[in-house]
């Protein structure tokens, strides 16, 4: 159903008031009474294609209703004859079966508008996470950059054992080897004997600070 059902049994009574116009309109072109049904099935279709199940149901008894009133037989006391009751009932099962296809209709529509609601949500977060990626990767670059060509020694060490696992060109040109030489060496190698008593104390102060700045000798 739409946003306002009221929209949808409005129509139905519009289309079966149309349907009724274009009946009379038959009636007076072809000097006849035309097969009452097939005007109204239209208004039942229309009905149903915009409101779906209930609206198509109610549209049609609105026009099972109306279509009884051109099937009354004036000279036999208004009666409806009995093939016209066949009609009746084939006009009724047809606006079932319409309805319930409309029904099945909306629901497959619902149901894709949800899956590329889905889909376009998805991609966004996608769009999001690539972006943060991207940048991230930018910044990483930047630093990469800052590491590498900086004229000041720079070394990253493990914290659960104090080894290094990274080291920039100037602190290899500093201590006079390669850079893979340092891969996995001992922090405290590359300290002068007299430095290495004070190393724990301070990895401990620079393990609960942001920052900490400490002078130390090395070795070459």
Not at 94 to 99: L, W
Not at 155 to 173: K, Q, S
Request: net charge negative.
């Amino acid at each position: 159903m739409s946003a306002k059902p009221w929209i949808s049994y409005l129509l139905a009574v519009l289309a079966t008031i149309a349907a009724v116009g274009f009946r009379y309109l038959l009636d007076y072109s072809l000097d006849t009474q035309f097969n009452f049904l097939l005007p109204f099935i239209i208004a039942v279709v229309v009905a149903a294609w915009h409101g779906g199940l209930w609206c198509g149901l109610f549209a049609t008894v609105l026009n099972i209703v109306v279509g009884v009133g051109f099937a009354m037989n004036t000279d036999h006391f208004f009666r409806v004859m009995a093939s016209e009751w066949v009609r009746i009932s084939l006009f009724a099962g047809a606006g079932i079966t319409i309805s319930l296809l409309s029904e099945s209709l909306h629901q497959q529509r619902q149901m894709a508008e949800v899956t590329a609601a889905e889909a376009d949500r998805r991609r966004t977060e996608i769009e999001r996470e690539i972006a943060g990626r991207q940048a991230a990767e930018s910044l990483a670059r930047q630093w990469e950059s800052v590491f590498n060509k900086a004229s000041w020694a720079v070394a990253v060490i493990d914290p659960l054992d104090n080894r290094l696992t990274a080291v920039n060109p100037a602190f290899a040109v500093m201590h006079g080897l390669n850079i893979e030489d340092f891969l996995g060496m001992p922090l405290a190698s590359v300290y002068a004997p007299e430095s290495r008593s004070e190393l724990p104390t301070h990895i401990q102060v620079a393990s609960h600070n942001t920052t900490y700045t400490y002078e130390s000798v090395h070795i070459r």
